[in-house]
Structures are given as structure tokens and as C-alpha cells.
């Protein structure tokens, strides 16, 4: 399998919104396979197409402790919204950043598997934020967009800083 390559904030890419997954055949599962080796490699918990330049709608997440309970998610959608919980979140696209981030508690999603089955879930805790949060990316949407303008803009100047860092070094 292959390591993808992650776009970083303020990759323009990262705000495009996936398309539907119309068949699910060997292209998709091998994009699935390596996606998760992506996530794997880069600590992840979870991971979005469209955060490897793959504009359709499939997520990877793992958030089990021995990193071998993964979900696949072909065309995720949530159904159902409940409550408000406010949590730390990062992301693999803005690299060394956390901030808290209010979401919904508890969630009723619904994805295809591999195989072409509609599974429904009930979720809370780390894997309703997950999932709420990579269904956020084929949207084109990111976590740092929950954030106050003043603490988006504080990110950018760190960001730019340090790529302007980089090229005097290169």
C-alpha cells in the first residue's frame, strides 16, 4: 500500500467538497487500504479523502488504543444531531495545533461499507467528534473554521512564519 500526501492549512484543496462514491470497486478499497496506512503512519485517529487531494466521500477512523479497529466510511452522513459537548481537537491538515471545538454529544450516522452495506450507528464521545469532524472536511469544511476570527488569523501568521522559515533554510 501507499503513505499519501496530506494537504496543510491554507491549501485551497482543503476546502473543496467530495463527491458521492457511486461504486464501490478495487479503486475505492485500495484508496481506502491507503488512506489508513496515511493515518497510521501519521498518528492519526481519523482521515478524509478530500485531505489527500481524493475528492469523494470516503473517511477512514481508528481511534481504538492498539490502532486495529478501523472504520471505513463510504458516503457518511449524519442523520441525527443531539446535545452539545466542547472537546480538544486536532487535525492531521493543521499540523501542531489544538484548540476546543463545540460539537453535538451524541449522533445517528449512516455510511456504506466495502462490501456495499448501509450501516447506521449511534455514537457519542471521541467517535461522534471524529466522525462529526471528517464528515466537516468532504464538506470543505475544517475544525480551526469553529475557532474565533482573531485565532484563525493567529494560526495563518504562525503558519506563514514558519514556511518563510523553511525557504530561507532551503
Known amino acids: 500500500m501507499a503513505i499519501l500526501k496530506v494537504l496543510h492549512f491554507p491549501d485551497p484543496r482543503l476546502r473543496n467538497k467530495a463527491t458521492i462514491v457511486k461504486e464501490i ?10 488512506m489508513l496506512d496515511t493515518m497510521y503512519a501519521e498518528n492519526g485517529i481519523g482521515l478524509a479523502a478530500t485531505q489527500v487531494n ?28 443531539e446535545g452539545s459537548e466542547s472537546m480538544r481537537e486536532g487535525c492531521l491538515s493543521v499540523p501542531d495545533y489544538y484548540d476546543i471545538v463545540e460539537r453535538a454529544e451524541n449522533i445517528e450516522f449512516c455510511y456504506k461499507t ?5 450501516v447506521t450507528v449511534n455514537a457519542d464521545g471521541l467517535l461522534a467528534v ?41
Request: with cysteine; hydrophobic share 35%; proline share 4%.
Open 114 to 118: 466495502l462490501d456495499n452495506e448501509l
Open 25 to 34: 470497486g478495487p479503486d475505492i478499497k485500495e484508496i481506502a487500504e491507503n
Open 54 to 81: 481524493i475528492q469523494q466521500r470516503i473517511v477512514v477512523i481508528d481511534i481504538s488504543e492498539e490502532k486495529n479497529e478501523p472504520l471505513i466510511l463510504i458516503n457518511p452522513e449524519i442523520t441525527k444531531l
Open 130 to 170: 471524529c466522525v462529526q469532524h471528517e464528515i466537516d472536511h468532504l464538506d470543505g469544511k475544517l475544525f480551526i473554521d469553529y475557532l474565533s476570527l482573531l485565532k484563525r488569523q493567529r494560526l495563518k501568521k504562525k503558519i506563514d512564519k514558519q514556511e518563510k522559515q523553511q525557504q530561507t533554510v532551503l
